[in-house]
């Protein structure tokens, strides 16, 4: 274990990932973050330098996470002038985590080359909890022996490690999985505010779809959460808003209409508008059930 470690975006997965590798023996030791305070009290705690420049994480070790918010956020860091990541990078490895248009990991795997560094997309179908117990959903994508390079690092954040194909393939597939579950989370709001407004007992209701053809990995993290309005923050409604708007970019790039994402997209755009964007996606179901902000 060899390898230093550097983090650029230490919010919740970001920082919890940091901590995985901390506790798995890696030297972490430098994080950044644009909210410093957040990278100042991970930085004490793992013994890690706190980076107030992007060159400064480049500089300090040789696989460096980022695990920013959106794409013009990605290629910020990652800029062609100015403080970036790019600076001083040669030999290093990136692993991008965040869920970002795929044309946007392309050109990220692009610049990376052409000053003699490598990337690698490490997109992530989990949540707070996976990212601290190493028990991601990770999918990579982008040359093959970078991914091999870096492979015993992925496997201590990763229960399922999965390599996908070239830059911007893993993104497609993320994107994917995320359109399916927003669609199966607006969905299921429906149906449990529709149940809620019958009369009919939810906590029966959820077992009845727990087992038929109305169950889903959505209703067994988010349904119970709808009904008691339980909304604490693991993937937020701006962030399945953010997601279900790429996979739409992506159906309209290969002349596909898509109107359930649309719709989808639709209802999460309306929780940001209600000023509920920063709940869970769960929040959702604030919009079907009667008497709450729909």
């Given at each position: ?62 696989v460096i996470f980022t ?116 669609i199966n989370t607006a ?108």
């Open positions: 274990m060899t390898e230093k470690i550097g983090f650029v975006g230490v919010g919740r997965m970001g920082g919890n990932m940091a901590r995985r590798l901390k506790d798995c023996g890696y030297a972490v030791t430098a994080v950044f973050d644009t909210h410093a305070p957040i990278a100042a009290e991970l930085a004490r705690e793992l013994g890690a330098t706190h980076a107030t420049q992007l060159a400064d994480v480049a500089a300090a070790a040789d695990v920013v918010t959106d794409d013009a956020a990605q290629l910020a860091v990652f800029a062609e002038s100015g403080d970036s990541l790019l600076r001083g990078a040669a030999g290093k490895v990136f692993v991008n985590c965040a869920t970002i248009s795929p044309a946007v990991h392309v050109e990220i795997e692009r610049r990376a080359r052409a000053v003699g560094a490598v990337s690698l997309e490490g997109c992530m179908a989990s949540s707070i909890p996976q990212a601290r117990n190493g028990t991601l959903y990770l999918m990579c994508g982008g040359d093959r022996a970078t991914f091999d390079r870096v492979k015993p690092i992925l496997e201590k954040l990763s229960s399922a490690l999965r390599y996908i194909g070239p830059a911007g393939q893993a993104a497609q597939v993320k994107a994917l999985v995320n359109m399916v579950m927003n969905g299921l709001a429906e149906g449990l505010g529709l149940g809620a407004a019958l009369g009919l007992n939810l906590d029966m209701l959820r077992e009845v779809f727990l087992q038929t053809g109305a169950n889903s990995q959505v209703l067994k993290t988010d349904g119970e959460d709808m009904q008691h309005r339980a909304h604490d923050c693991f993937f937020s409604g701006a962030h399945a808003a953010k997601d279900s708007g790429i996979a739409l970019a992506l159906g309209e790039g290969v002349g596909l209409k898509l109107p359930l994402a649309a719709a989808t997209k639709a209802q999460f755009d309306r929780m940001i508008a209600l000023g509920l964007g920063g709940l869970d996606k769960s929040g959702v179901a604030e919009l079907t059930f009667k008497g709450r902000h729909g």
